[in-house]
C-alpha cells in the first residue's frame, strides 16, 4: 500500500525558512520521480517542485525559483522541501505527490502560513 506522509509545516513569519518532508512507503521509492504541490485557499492546486528519481534533475515553479530547494534521500525513503525567505503568497496546504502504472498518490498535505 503507498503512502506518502508529510510533515514540517506551520507558522512562520515573512522571511523564515521551513523544511517540509515526506516519508514515503510501499513501493520502490528510488525509482521514481516526486513531486511537491501547494494548494491555497480558492486556488488550484499548483506543482511547487519537481525531482526525478535519483535526484539528478529539478524543476520549480518559477516564483519558488532561488527560493525552494528539493532534494530526495532514498536511503530514507524522503523527499524534502527546503523553503527559505518565506512571503505570504506561500501560504498553501503543501501535498507530496508520485506516479506511476497510471497512477497518481498524494499525501494528506501539510499546512504553510506565512504571516506578514
Known amino acids: 500500500q503507498v503512502q506518502l506522509v508529510e510533515s514540517g509545516g506551520g507558522l512562520v513569519q515573512s522571511g523564515g525558512s521551513l523544511r517540509l518532508s515526506c516519508k514515503a512507503s510501499?513501493?520502490?521509492?528510488?525509482?521514481?520521480?516526486m513531486r511537491w504541490y501547494r494548494q491555497a485557499p480558492g486556488k488550484e492546486r499548483e506543482l511547487v517542485a519537481l525531482?526525478?528519481?535519483?535526484?539528478?534533475?529539478?524543476n520549480y515553479l518559477e516564483s519558488a525559483q532561488g527560493r525552494f530547494t528539493v532534494s530526495r534521500d532514498n536511503a530514507k525513503n524522503t523527499v524534502y522541501l527546503q523553503m527559505n525567505n518565506l512571503k505570504p503568497e506561500d501560504t498553501a496546504v503543501y501535498y507530496c505527490?508520485?506516479?506511476?502504472?497510471?497512477?497518481?498518490?498524494w499525501g494528506q498535505g501539510t499546512q504553510v502560513t506565512v504571516s506578514s
Open positions: 510501499g513501493f520502490s521509492f528510488s525509482t521514481y520521480a
Open positions: 505527490n508520485t506516479n506511476f502504472y497510471s497512477k497518481t498518490y
Open positions: 525531482i526525478t528519481s535519483y535526484g539528478g534533475s529539478t
